[in-house]
């Protein structure tokens, strides 16, 4: 298959495949095995359905049995393949390639790795979580700038990739069909595409708000939990007249009444008894006022009680009560469910450290219906830090944290995937 000055080639017994240029030869190394491989069994044989000059369908059999329908398609600079396995249920799909020398990308996931280059002499398995620390923004993107080529896929579920001198390979364990993007050309035109591809599936570009990259500050570092109205206030003013414009100011916790959380929308505790003039005071000092928010909900009813007497930093919390509004949103279908279909409840070991629902922002409706309740507490924007571990769930964040964003909220997002869901990503 040609597209421009690139060529896809596609062994027919062994489903191999590589990449090449018409004045530099082989650009991406083909496997030494195969090309495609099912539920963790090569593709032995290969029969082509239909041939076009930019498309291609093939059926591929494994040496285990295991048979799949597969859609090629080379142009403009984009190639996409399309595994539909005939067998039912979750199916482990793989396409591999050889190595290449230089590799990047990947998100947290890469970002945690001791080198900056990806292809190593070992082989490495990124996989693609939410962990609710260190690994909570996603991307299966890797570049390879030395070969002009790039890959990435965007299926929900399980998914990782796998990365060496010999080998680049990508992975997905879900139902139905799997479907992989790849990119040839300068890396000027890679980016340009991935982002065409990338927006094309509803993963928004937030246009950057001039206001968060001024000097901006965090009260965690100072006040950790027991953030308070005059305490803040007593530490901006001190930053503005020592000469520090500070622009943006983000109260992260403890904000909420008491047993409260983040999203006990608008019900502000006794440490910030007057919201209104503090915001206020904000404003008559040109600063924003920014709030820690998570995507959790506790579940009506309660108290709920923390199983654990530990806490993190100076926390100080006997229990949380339950938030009717989760009983709205389950009503409403905006959870995030299990297989079964059925709520799932996820204990963040930082906070809060009881069981908790949360918004699935790929459900029809969740976006608004979060937005419309973080807007009670009427402030100029927020920093999302939920801290849940979710293991392969990581697409549930975008839609709900940019609608804020869209809306004119200013919005630092900590969790997502393949973009920011904000104008700046923590």
């Not at 489903?15 to 495609?36: E, Y």
């Not at 900056?116 to 002499?121: H, K, R, V």
């Not at 990782?160 to 992975?171: A, C, F, I, K, P």
Request: glycine share 10%; charged share 25%; aromatic share 12%.
């Amino acid at each position: 298959m040609k597209d421009g000055d690139y060529e896809l080639y596609v062994h027919t017994v062994n489903f191999r495949m590589h990449f090449a240029g018409k004045q530099v030869g082989i650009v991406v190394p083909g496997d030494t095995v195969s090309g495609l491989f099912i539920n963790e069994e090569p593709v032995a044989n290969t029969v082509v359905i239909e041939k076009r000059e930019d498309k291609v369908l093939l059926s591929a059999t494994t040496s285990g049995g295991d048979r799949a329908k597969v859609k090629i398609a080379f142009e403009n600079g984009i190639s996409t393949i399309i595994v539909e396995p005939e067998k039912q249920g979750k199916n482990k799909v793989s396409l591999r390639f050889g190595g290449m020398p230089v590799a990047h990308g990947l998100g947290d996931a890469g970002g945690w790795n001791k080198t900056f280059d990806l292809a190593e002499a070992e082989e490495n398995t990124f996989e693609i979580v939410n962990d609710g620390g260190g690994k909570r923004w996603s991307s299966t993107f890797t570049i390879f700038p030395k070969n002009n080529f790039a890959g990435v896929f965007f299926d929900r579920g399980k998914k990782n990739v796998v990365l060496s001198e010999n080998t680049y390979q990508l992975n997905t364990e879900i139902e139905g069909k799997s479907t992989f993007y790849f990119f040839t050309g300068e890396p000027k035109e890679i980016y340009a595409n991935y982002k065409k591809v990338r927006n094309e599936l509803g993963y928004e570009d937030m246009k950057p708000k001039p206001r968060l990259f001024e000097l901006g500050w965090e009260s965690w570092d100072a006040l950790g939990w027991n953030t308070n109205q005059e305490t803040v206030k007593d530490i901006l003013a001190k930053f503005h007249a020592e000469g520090y414009p500070i622009r943006w100011a983000v109260t992260g916790s403890g904000f909420w009444d008491e047993g409260g959380t983040t999203t006990s929308f608008g019900r502000f505790g006794s440490k910030f008894p007057n919201p209104e003039d503090f915001k206020n005071w904000m404003h008559q000092n040109d600063i924003y006022w920014m709030i820690g928010l998570h995507t959790n909900l506790v579940p009506s009813g309660g108290p709920y009680y923390p199983i654990t007497d530990k806490r993190d930093k100076n926390l100080k919390v006997r229990s949380f009560y339950g938030n009717d509004l989760s009983d709205e949103a389950l009503t409403q279908n905006l959870l995030l469910t299990d297989a079964e279909n059925q709520p799932r409840k996820i204990t963040s070991t930082i906070f809060p450290i009881v069981p908790c629902y949360l918004i699935d922002g790929n459900k029809p409706g969740a976006a608004f219906w979060f937005h419309k309740n973080y807007s009670k507490w009427k402030v100029d924007g927020i920093k999302e830090d939920t801290m849940m571990d979710l293991e392969d769930e990581t697409s549930i964040f975008n839609m709900p944290i940019a609608k804020i964003a869209t809306e004119g909220g200013h919005v630092m997002a900590r969790c997502g995937e393949f973009s920011s869901p904000g104008p700046c990503c923590e």
